[in-house]
């Protein structure tokens, strides 16, 4: 069997067509909105025309929402005369306190539920909802002008016998 030759036409150009499926992304600005992405624009791959890649994007006004890597420049941007900046404090950590309450005068240490600015989805369970001993509403709580120490000294103190001569 004889093999058969195929020439090439005297007027074809050989080329070699390098793969872009694994191209890095690239920053983009979107003329439309000039909202800043990274990504890949889509583009067919010489060497692998079939393939469909997922990760490239058809339209450039549609995306917008990425952040870039690359330096940007900062925006300038005023804010209202009206504007109060807030700054919260974490309170999740603070300390134990005496409280009497107001309805059935006793006194506990601890501290009160309160939400935290900073993490409101933060719970401490040994936090007190209500007085630990009539059940009274925060609100009826109040911090103590006693000590610990002072409160510890008139929950240990002896009361007086009928025999002590009262």
Known sequence: MEKLKYELPADYKYEVHKCICMRPFMAYECTHCHHYFSGRLKEICQVHPSQQLVKFHQKI?????????????????ELPADYKYE?????????????ECTHCHHYFSGRLKEICQ????????????ECPYCLAPNSQVKVSDLSMEQIKKIDEASLPNANDGF
């Open 61 to 77: 006004f549609v995306i917008g929402k990425q952040i870039l890597r690359k330096k940007m420049e900062k925006l300038k941007y």
């Open 118 to 129: 900073v993490h409101p989805s933060d719970i401490f369970l040994m936090d007190f909802r």
């Open 87 to 99: 700054v919260h404090k974490c309170i999740c950590m603070r300390p134990f306190m005496a409280y």
